[in-house]
């Protein structure tokens, strides 16, 4: 079992950046896909980006492509989400996530721990 925390969420303008943490408790942080989500007011959870365990392999939505990048560092059991030039749309509340799926894991059903959430709201 796995623990998750995200942190580094607040309100930035257009065309700002934030990083976000997601620190992990528990045990083999480095055997879990990471992946991030998020969900708008009225709007269902969806995709943000996904990271192997090594780190070696990332896939990203196409929203958030170039833009977004996902790293994680094992020795530290933490996942980031670094994210450039945010836009209004990106306004959400964010998770982290963990994924015991080796290969694809695109849905929230593919995922077996979430951390709380951290808000992100972009103002134009």
């Known amino acids: 079992q796995v623990q998750l925390v995200e942190s580094g969420g607040g309100l930035v303008q257009a065309e700002g950046s934030l990083r976000l943490s997601c620190a992990a408790s528990g045990r083999s942080f480095s055997s879990y896909r990471m992946g991030w989500f998020r969900q708008a007011p009225g709007k269902e959870r969806e995709f943000v980006a996904t990271i192997s365990w090594s780190g070696g392999s990332t896939y990203y939505a196409d929203s958030v492509k170039g833009r977004f990048t996902i790293s994680r560092d094992n020795a530290k059991n933490t996942a980031y989400l670094q994210m450039n030039s945010l836009k209004p749309e990106d306004t959400a509340v964010y998770y982290c996530?963990?994924?015991?799926?080796?290969?694809?894991?695109?849905?929230?059903?593919?995922?077996?721990?979430w951390g709380q959430g951290t808000q992100v709201t972009v103002s134009s």
């Open positions: 996530a963990a994924s015991t799926k080796a290969l694809s894991a695109l849905t929230p059903s593919d995922y077996r721990y």
